[in-house]
């Protein structure tokens, strides 16, 4: 399987697939609620078309990549407490014979293999679903496990079968091709079992080769390493078996049987979430699930893909029709901003910083406001505030600064600007001193503060403005 990548994010796999353009897109490229955590169809932001969804199976690595994940799955804390669960309660069957009778024994080994075949079912479809942690103990016994036992019997059966249909034949070649026909098979059989749970299928050979050519030559490498498996707990026995007491003989069994079961199962759950797209199996891990929850602004999506394809003014239309309804959003504030800027698009940006510079200024961010009154500025030189609030907090900083002829710029004439402005005497006290300190202009700074005095005899500056004149004379 070729791994996709994301047009626009090269390095994130993608989940997202748009089969008329061949475009793959990752999770913050498309538009729907998927951005939003949700479970819906996915569109493409540029035609509208549905996208497929992939799954997890670009970021899946390949199963022969994860054989030590696989080997520790059984020691984690709710497969080794089923574990102890199934050794303990084989080894209170095993009592049974002396107390009960061998009917109650039977009947007590029958309930185990069926909670044991129900786990190991549990395991294979948790794992194609992308989950990482194993069925606890609620989930294996929420519902009896009887009918997964029974199902798998039953596609056993039908092999067996098979195979006797063939020895029928008489003939000893067909009968070991017949045999290695079902052991090769019954992986995939298996596989089928758990996630669809159907005996029809399980034992379909156009759903088994359906599956075994999804995988395709994987399927061999699956087979050789469940092989091995089989072949390990095999020996492990054959080693061991004289040196366990015959007592603790079935538990130790249960024990081991069961490590190499969940080994195996959880490699069987792996392969069907990595070649979910050419099975037909749609599943996503926890990383992705987790990313998907993430909380990813649509809009950013949006204008994010128009930017990079070069559809500038379709960015420029929603972000501007966001803000309509957003006014107070300074991150699209800032964005439209910057894409003006770059569009250079002169008349419309220095539009725009009106609304935008009145946004800053509400937040009293007057350091936000002097730099972005610098980017205004170095599209025109001449370029006004119109809200006489924002040419006084510029004017501050910037008298801060040092920049005196942008102070002077702002402020001078404000009275008639803005008649009814409410902090004249501030601005033109600055305006003075600024004529004062940093152009040694003491003719004009005085002529602002006769105004004051004249026009503002009581103004709270008063006695600045006193000193001030003092300081023009001498």
Not at 121 to 126: H, N, R, S, T, Y
Not at 170 to 186: C, M, R, Y
Not at 439 to 461: G, N, V
Request: with cysteine; aromatic share 12%; glycine share 6%.
């Amino acid at each position: 399987m070729r791994r996709q990548y994301c047009k626009f994010h090269p390095l994130e796999p993608a989940l997202w697939y748009n089969p008329r353009s061949h475009m793959a897109y990752c999770e913050r490229c498309v538009d729907s609620g998927e951005t939003r955590g949700g479970l819906g169809q996915a569109r493409c932001f540029l035609s509208g078309d549905e996208l497929q969804y992939l799954g997890s199976a670009n970021i899946a690595k390949p199963f022969w990549e994860n054989l030590g994940q696989f080997f520790r799955y059984p020691f984690k804390p709710d497969s080794l407490m089923m574990i102890g669960v199934f050794v303990v309660a084989s080894w209170a069957v095993l009592s049974m014979v002396d107390a009960t009778g061998i009917v109650f024994m039977l009947l007590g080994a029958l309930v185990i293999l069926a909670c044991i075949t129900r786990y190991g079912f549990l395991i294979l479809e948790f794992t194609a679903e992308g989950r990482e942690a194993p069925p606890t103990l609620q989930e294996t016994f929420a519902s009896a496990g009887f009918e997964v036992l029974f199902q798998q019997v039953a596609v056993q059966v039908v092999f067996l079968a098979f195979l006797v249909a063939v020895h029928r034949l008489g003939s000893d070649f067909l009968d070991v091709i017949a045999l290695a026909l079902v052991v090769f098979v019954t992986p995939a059989s298996l596989m089928i079992l758990a996630t669809d749970k159907s005996i029809s299928l399980a034992i379909n050979p156009a759903s088994i080769w359906h599956l075994i050519s999804s995988v395709g030559w994987s399927y061999l490498l699956l087979y050789a390493f469940l092989f091995l498996l089989w072949g390990a707990e095999a020996a492990f026995f054959e080693v061991f078996a004289g040196e366990i007491a015959p007592h603790y003989f079935i538990p130790v069994f249960v024990g081991v049987t069961l490590y190499f079961l969940m080994v195996a199962y959880n490699l069987m759950g792996y392969v069907i979430f990595q070649y979910q797209a050419e099975i037909g199996f749609v599943a996503e891990d926890q990383q992705a699930r987790e990313k998907r929850r993430a909380s990813v602004d649509p809009l950013d999506a949006r204008v994010e893909v128009l930017v990079k394809e070069g559809r500038y003014d379709k960015a420029v239309e929603a972000l501007s029709k966001h803000l309509r309804s957003q006014p107070g959003s300074l991150r699209h504030h800032d964005k439209l901003s910057r894409l003006l800027i770059a569009m250079d698009d002169r008349e419309q940006a220095l539009a725009h910083a009106q609304v935008y510079l009145e946004s800053v200024n509400k937040l009293g961010d007057e350091a936000r406001l002097y730099f972005l009154y610098s980017d205004y500025e170095k599209l025109d030189s001449k370029f006004m505030p119109e809200q006489p609030s924002i040419c006084l907090a510029l004017a501050h900083q910037l008298f801060r600064r040092g920049k005196f002829p942008q102070v002077c710029h702002l402020l001078a004439n404000l009275h008639k600007r803005a008649p009814s402005f409410d902090r004249i005497p501030e601005a033109y006290l600055l305006m003075a001193q600024t004529l004062l300190d940093g152009m040694k202009d003491t003719y004009k700074a005085s002529q602002y503060l006769k105004f004051l005095k004249a026009k503002y005899p009581e103004c709270k500056e008063k006695s600045q403005v006193d000193a001030l004149l003092a300081q023009c004379g001498s």
